[in-house]
């Protein structure tokens, strides 16, 4: 069956990055982008970037350029999502998913809470 | 950037009840519109894709309709598990904006 596991829990100061994993299985890993959304506490759901796990290409929002970045690893079917520059905003769980023809997002990892505190 | 605007932003309903979720595009997205539920401490789960398709597994009493700006979410007969946060979002064109979403509450 489809699964995409994230890593666990982080906590980081401002300024601090993070990343944040994704391993996936049952599927053919290149055959479906990986998107991440996030939601900040109290918020709603927020549409950050995606990768193509085929070729490596990335597309984010603008909001995050500069900031993110989003890579595979096709020996592990394995997305990652780093973020740089942590500010207090950013505290949020933040999710993994796989995108279907569409671009729906069909299955979703099981969410990582990224916290930034000083 | 593509603004998705979903009204109501809550709504109190009974089990057995029908409601509709409306969501606007600031631009043409064609079908390219999605739904989903989310609830507490999960992840959250795909109901409706290109506006009117079912996604596997999920109840019929669930059903999407609308093209071009406007869609439209329903549910037939709630349910009590069908209380959640319903969102729509758009992928026409990058950023994938999600609606603000609509918190659908037990009257």
């Given at each position: 069956?489809?699964?995409?596991?994230?890593?666990?829990?982080?906590?980081?100061?401002?300024?601090?990055s993070?990343?944040v994993?994704?391993?996936?299985?049952?599927?053919?890993?290149?055959?479906?982008?990986?998107?991440?959304?996030?939601?900040?506490?109290?918020?709603?759901?927020?549409?950050?970037?995606?990768?193509?796990?085929?070729?490596?290409?990335?597309?984010?929002?603008?909001?995050?350029q500069?900031r993110?970045?989003?890579?595979?690893d096709?020996?592990?079917?394995?997305?990652?999502?780093d973020?740089?520059?942590?500010?207090?905003?950013?505290?949020?769980?933040y999710?993994c998913?796989?995108?279907?023809?569409?671009?729906?997002?069909?299955?979703?990892?099981?969410?990582?809470?990224v916290?930034?505190?000083s | 950037?593509?603004?998705?605007?979903?009204?109501?932003?809550?709504?109190?309903?009974?089990?057995?009840?029908?409601?509709?979720?409306?969501c606007?595009?600031?631009?043409?997205i064609?079908?390219?519109?999605?739904?989903?539920?989310?609830?507490?401490?999960?992840?959250?789960?795909l109901?409706?894709?290109?506006?009117?398709?079912?996604?596997?597994?999920?109840?019929?009493?669930?059903?999407?309709?609308?093209?071009?700006?406007?869609?439209?979410?329903?549910?037939?007969?709630?349910?009590?598990?069908?209380?959640?946060?319903?969102?729509?979002?758009q992928?026409?064109?990058?950023?994938?904006?999600?609606?603000?979403?609509?918190?659908?509450?037990?009257?």
């Open positions: 069956q489809v699964q995409l596991v994230q890593s666990g829990a982080e906590l980081k100061k401002p300024g601090a993070v990343r994993s994704c391993k996936t299985s049952g599927y053919t890993f290149g055959h479906y982008f990986v998107h991440w959304v996030r939601q900040a506490p109290g918020e709603g759901l927020e549409w950050m970037a995606w990768i193509n796990p085929n070729t490596g290409g990335t597309n984010a929002a603008e909001k995050f500069g993110v970045t989003m890579t595979r096709t020996s592990t079917s394995t997305a990652y999502m973020l740089t520059s942590l500010r207090s905003g950013d505290t949020a769980i999710y998913a796989r995108a279907e023809s569409h671009q729906q997002l069909d299955f979703w990892g099981q969410g990582t809470l916290t930034v505190t | 950037d593509i603004q998705m605007t979903q009204s109501p932003s809550s709504l109190s309903a009974s089990v057995g009840d029908g409601v509709t979720i409306t606007r595009a600031s631009h043409t064609n079908n390219y519109l999605n739904w989903y539920q989310h609830k507490p401490g999960k992840a959250p789960k109901l409706i894709y290109a506006a009117s398709s079912f996604q596997s597994g999920v109840p019929s009493r669930f059903s999407g309709s609308g093209s071009g700006t406007d869609f439209t979410l329903t549910i037939s007969s709630l349910q009590p598990e069908d209380f959640a946060t319903y969102y729509c979002q992928t026409y064109s990058v950023p994938f904006s999600f609606g603000q979403g609509t918190i659908l509450e037990i009257e």
